[in-house]
């Protein structure tokens, strides 16, 4: 199980390197990015979220993100979630399209666990996409790797490396959507708070543009550790 990690874990950074390449052709976006999850008790919890995003790094929303779930545990490291999102998104500069609003609903299923010093995390989420006056269905996964630089294992104090990959599939036709890309150094201040920078490659429909990203995750844990 070891050996697999570390082979997707090269595999993931060669994909980043060619993602690389090409997005950094293109000028940058950066998105800013805040979430929260909040415990009712141990078998339920609150997911709220809020990312701002944008064409270039100084300039030009690209997009307003609102996002929130109920959390159920079904075990420590099973969750699933329901939830929905509020979109706002801005055409580029200089053009004559009109901003287009969406309201989603969206289904997930949370699985994490520890392979050694990594923690593994496998996302699995349906979306119902109300976009302007158009409905679509979506499935994406994804999975995470947190890698500790000066720890055992992930905990507080913990200096941390984290990558990703998510793919994005339509249910109707041309089933492909979109793939990220993310890689980002993190520090974990204590159980309940982390912050990361770092950046993600977004590949749509063959076209890669890259974004510097921003995120702290703060949650309101009543619980004790696992």
Request: with cysteine; aromatic share 14%.
């Amino acid at each position: 199980m070891i050996k697999c990690a570390l082979l997707f874990s090269l595999s993931m950074l060669f994909a980043f390197v060619a993602s690389a390449q090409s997005a950094f052709d293109s000028q940058q976006g950066i998105w800013l990015m805040f979430f929260n999850r909040t415990e009712i008790n141990d078998r339920w919890s609150i997911h709220a979220e809020i990312q701002d995003r944008y064409y270039a790094l100084s300039r030009n929303n690209e997009q307003l993100l609102i996002r929130g779930g109920l959390n159920y545990h079904l075990k420590k490291n099973l969750w699933i979630t329901a939830g929905y999102g509020y979109i706002e998104s801005y055409p580029p500069e200089n053009s004559t399209q009109p901003t287009v609003l969406e309201h989603r609903i969206w289904q997930q299923g949370l699985y994490f666990h520890n392979i050694g010093r990594l923690f593994v995390e496998h996302r699995g989420r349906l979306e119902q996409r109300f976009v302007g006056d158009q409905y679509r269905d979506r499935i994406r996964y994804r999975l995470l790797v947190n890698a500790p630089l000066n720890k055992a294992r992930m905990g507080p104090k913990a200096l941390f490396v984290s990558v990703y990959n998510e793919v994005f599939l339509h249910l109707e036709d041309a089933p492909y959507d979109r793939n990220r890309l993310y890689a980002a150094l993190g520090y974990q201040f204590n159980r309940s708070v982390n912050l990361q920078a770092g950046w993600m490659a977004q590949d749509v429909k063959g076209k890669t543009r890259g974004y510097l990203q921003l995120a702290l995750f703060a949650n309101l844990l009543w619980s004790a550790p696992s």
